[in-house]
Nanobody, 125 residues
Framework: VQLQASGGGLVQAGDSLRLSCAAS????????MGWFRQAPGKDRNIVGA????????YYADSAKGRFSISRDNAKNTVYLQMHSLKPEDTAVYYC???????????????????WGQGTQVTVSS
């Protein structure tokens, strides 16, 4: 199984960015997908997650209203659209796959079976 995250970069505060995560080696439509982020010296925390069908999502409070998760099961890809970026959004962003779904479980790192390598997002003020 491979999860390849891409789309990170250096942007200014207020800009938008879309991250992608391409999956291979698994039945993508059977997996819930999550986006996590980890800033230097901090824990890896949930940003948001989406159920295998896309019919249910979860967002961390920090992401609500600014970020949106979507998926294209035909392309085996999950997206994280980020708007109104802030310096505090600076982190390495990771995608992850889980064959389970509950709203509470989707927030838990141990809920996920596979992880991508991460993509750096840096937001300058």
């Amino acid at each position: 199984v491979q999860l390849q995250a891409s789309g990170g970069g250096l942007v200014q505060a207020g800009d938008s960015l879309r991250l992608s995560c391409a999956a291979s080696g698994l039945t993508f439509s059977s997996y819930a997908m999550g986006w996590f982020r980890q800033a230097p010296g901090k824990d890896r925390n949930i940003v948001g997650a989406i159920k295998w069908s896309g019919g249910s999502t979860y967002y961390a409070d920090s992401a609500k209203g600014r970020f949106s998760i979507s998926r294209d099961n035909a392309k085996n890809t999950v997206y994280l659209q980020m708007h109104s970026l802030k310096p505090e959004d600076t982190a390495v962003y990771y995608c992850a796959a889980s064959n389970k779904w509950t709203v509470s479980g989707s927030q838990d790192r141990t809920h996920y079976d596979y992880w991508g390598q991460g993509t750096q997002v840096t937001v300058s003020s």
